[in-house]
């Protein structure tokens, strides 16, 4: 099996990197990163192979994977040279569509993007796909087995792309539990266990929901009983704009990664 090729050895590179390993990938992994210092982190944790020629990097690759910033990608492409026939190039770039990678590279290249979640770092992150037409179906699995390696795996639309980057994100559960335990806090309770409580309160919520995503709206009817605690701190979200919030700024984030694609 040829190897595995990271173009870019920063904190995604790393977070699967980790993941693969903690899962027993067999095959050889081999990284380039113009910073020595990422590479030889890399190498030192991980016992990957830091290579800092990008050329030679690429010449090996049986699956090669762009994980530098989005605005880096086109650059990247133009100074890489010659992709190896029967190379996947896969791109982890938010923002940048396919048809963009296409016009950079070579005719001859398959792509595909990708979307991992950092906690792939420890086997439970979040994977969505999109496959160029092209990517033969053998590839197509390869590439899916590759990620289910380090947690669950989409196969999306690309036009989802873009939303699903905004949406997927843990730092909003990090955003999330930091905003409820400040409240929690100010309302009078100790860190310790103001911790306890809303942690509690957004982990065992999804907990409930994994086998059945569905019971979602009879949950939240069951926990809003009239006059209770439940219903009023919901009511009041709901007066204060909560979700209008969300949207506003999800939207947000869907222009910023338009705009990095460009």
Known sequence: MKPLVFLGGGRISAALVAGL?????PGRIIVHDRNPEKLRSLARRFGVHAEPSLRAAIAQAGLLIIAVRPTNVLTLLSEA????????????????????????????????RAMPSPACRDG???????FDRRVPRA??????????????????????FDAFTVVYSTSQGYHALAARLRAARKIGLSSRVAFLA???GLAEGV?????NPAALESLLAEAATPGGIA????????????????????????????????
């Not at 907990?207 to 086998?211: I, Q, V």
């Not at 009511?235 to 869907?254: D, F, I, K, N």
């Open 21 to 25: 390993r903690g899962a027993g990938y």
């Open 81 to 112: 040279g010659a992709i190896p026939p029967g190379a996947v190039c896969l791109s982890l770039a938010a923002g940048v569509p396919l048809a963009a990678l296409r016009r950079a590279a070579r005719p001859h290249i398959a792509w595909a």
């Open 124 to 130: 439970h992150g979040l994977t969505a796909l999109a």
């Open 139 to 160: 590839a197509r699995q390869r590439v899916r087995h590759l990620f289910a390696r380090v947690g669950a795996v989409l196969e999306i639309p690309e036009r989802e």
């Open 198 to 200: 809303a942690a509690h």
């Open 207 to 211: 907990r409930a929901l994994e086998t």
């Open 231 to 262: 219903a009023e701190v919901m009511r009041a979200m709901r007066a204060g704009g909560y979700e209008q919030l969300v949207e506003r700024a999800y939207r947000a984030g869907q222009a910023r990664a338009r705009r990095l694609g460009r």
